[in-house]
C-alpha cells in the first residue's frame, strides 16, 4: 500500500500565497505522476496541475499563470505553490500519485484532502 500525507491547507486572505506538499510512502518501485485535484462544494473534482516522473507539468487553465508543481523525487515529495489567490480557489485538495508496484503494473492512491478557504 502507499499512503500520502499532505499539509499546508488553510485560511489564506486573497492575494496571499501558499505551499501544498505532499509525501508518498510504502512499497513501490517508483512513482509515475504526481499530482493535484480540488472539489469546492457542489462542483465535480477538477485537475489543478501534474507533473510526470520527467518533469513534464500540466495545470488547468484557472491556475497556470500564478502556480508551480515540483516533485523532490528523493523525498518522493510534491508541491504545488499557489499565488494570488482568489476566493473561488477554495476547495479541499488531494493529491494523487501513479506507482509502479513490483509485478503489479501501475495503481493511482488519493491522499485525504486538505482544506484551502481564501478569505478575507
Known amino acids: 500500500q502507499v499512503q500520502l500525507v499532505e499539509s499546508g491547507g488553510g485560511l489564506v486572505q486573497p492575494g496571499g500565497s501558499l505551499r501544498l506538499s505532499c509525501a508518498a510512502s510504502?512499497?513501490?518501485?517508483?512513482?509515475?505522476?504526481m499530482g493535484w485535484y480540488r472539489q469546492a462544494p457542489g462542483k465535480p473534482r477538477e485537475l489543478v496541475a501534474e507533473?510526470?516522473?520527467?518533469?513534464?507539468?500540466n495545470y488547468a487553465d484557472s491556475v497556470k499563470d500564478r502556480s508551480t508543481i515540483s516533485r523532490a523525487n528523493a523525498k518522493n515529495t510534491v508541491y504545488l505553490q499557489m499565488n494570488n489567490l482568489k476566493p473561488e480557489d477554495t476547495a479541499d485538495y488531494y493529491c494523487?500519485?501513479?506507482?509502479?508496484?513490483?509485478?503489479?503494473?501501475?495503481?493511482?492512491?488519493w491522499g485525504q484532502g486538505t482544506q484551502v478557504t481564501v478569505s478575507s
Open positions: 494523487t500519485v501513479t506507482v509502479e508496484r513490483l509485478g503489479l503494473g501501475a495503481y493511482s492512491y
Open positions: 510504502g512499497v513501490f518501485v517508483s512513482i509515475n505522476s
Open positions: 507533473i510526470a516522473s520527467g518533469g513534464r507539468t
